[in-house]
């Protein structure tokens, strides 16, 4: 019974850690895509659907999928997902999706490789 209530606490802890380091910050709608213009994002209220070329997983190629996004306060992405969604499993979760008040980056977690991904429309202005 100690062991069970043990890790309740726990859970109910990292819950509640969790719940604290989100914010109400949205992302600017749009379409964001990353330089090769192969892959992309796009932003609605509070929902991303993204178009990555799957490389690993059931699905490889160009795939769609929808999820809800929270904004974090250090402006990490976390994801409404189930961790029986290959999509999620074999694609998002190799990367910390980050949002730094202009862009949406993707860094490999283990690499470090980043692949930042730009709102079109947004022009860039040479100093």
Not at 3 to 13: D, G, L, R, Y
Request: overall charge positive; glycine content about 8%.
């Amino acid at each position: 019974m100690k062991i069970f209530s043990a890790v309740a606490i726990a859970t109910i802890v990292a819950f509640l850690s969790e719940c604290s380091n989100r914010t109400d910050q949205r992302i600017t709608e749009g379409i964001y895509r990353e330089p090769s213009g192969v892959e992309m994002l796009t932003i609605k209220g509070r929902g991303i659907i993204f178009q990555l070329n799957v490389t690993k997983g059931p699905r490889l190629g160009i795939v769609t999928e929808a999820y809800r996004y929270d904004v974090l306060k250090d402006g990490e992405l976390r994801f409404g997902a189930s961790s029986n969604d290959a999509f999620f499993v074999f694609t998002l979760l190799d990367y910390a999706w980050i949002w730094n008040g202009k862009d949406i980056v993707r860094k490999h977690k283990q690499t470090g490789a980043t692949v930042v991904f730009s709102r079109e429309g947004e022009k860039v202005v040479n100093p």
